[in-house]
Nanobody
Framework: QVQLVESGGGLVQAGGSLRLSCAAS????????MAWCRQAPGKEREFVTY????????IYADSVKGRFTISRDNAKNTVYLQMNSLEPEDTTVYYC?????????????????WGQGTQVTVSS
């Protein structure tokens, strides 16, 4: 079992930056696929970014490419989402997720473990 706890969300002006953290416990994240997704009320959950188990491959949704960066610190058992040049359209709840590698598309939203989410609000 992996427990994930997101933090770092908040209110920021358009063009600003935030760094979200996803602290994992129960297992080390070094052998897991990690991802960030987001979901607003009444909308489908949206893929944001993916990192393979080794950290050597990262994939981003077109909407955030060039602005967001996923990273991991295995020593701290934590995954980060650095968000720059934030836009009002980025406003929603962001979720950290983890799964065992293999058998699923990069863009699949089927993950084994989810955090509780952290709210990001970007003002105009």
């Amino acid at each position: 079992q992996v427990q994930l706890v997101e933090s770092g969300g908040g209110l920021v002006q358009a063009g600003g930056s935030l760094r979200l953290s996803c602290a994992a416990s129960g297992r080390t994240i070094s052998s897991y696929v990690m991802a960030w997704c987001r979901q607003a009320p009444g909308k489908e959950r949206e893929f944001v970014t993916y990192m393979n188990w080794s950290g050597g491959i990262t994939i981003y949704a077109d909407s955030v490419k060039g602005r967001f960066t996923i990273s991991r610190d295995n020593a701290k058992n934590t995954v980060y989402l650095q968000m720059n040049s934030l836009e009002p359209e980025d406003t929603t709840v962001y979720y950290c997720a983890a799964r065992h590698p293999g058998g699923r598309s990069v863009y699949s939203l089927e993950y084994d473990y989810w955090g509780q989410g952290t709210q990001v609000t970007v003002s105009s």
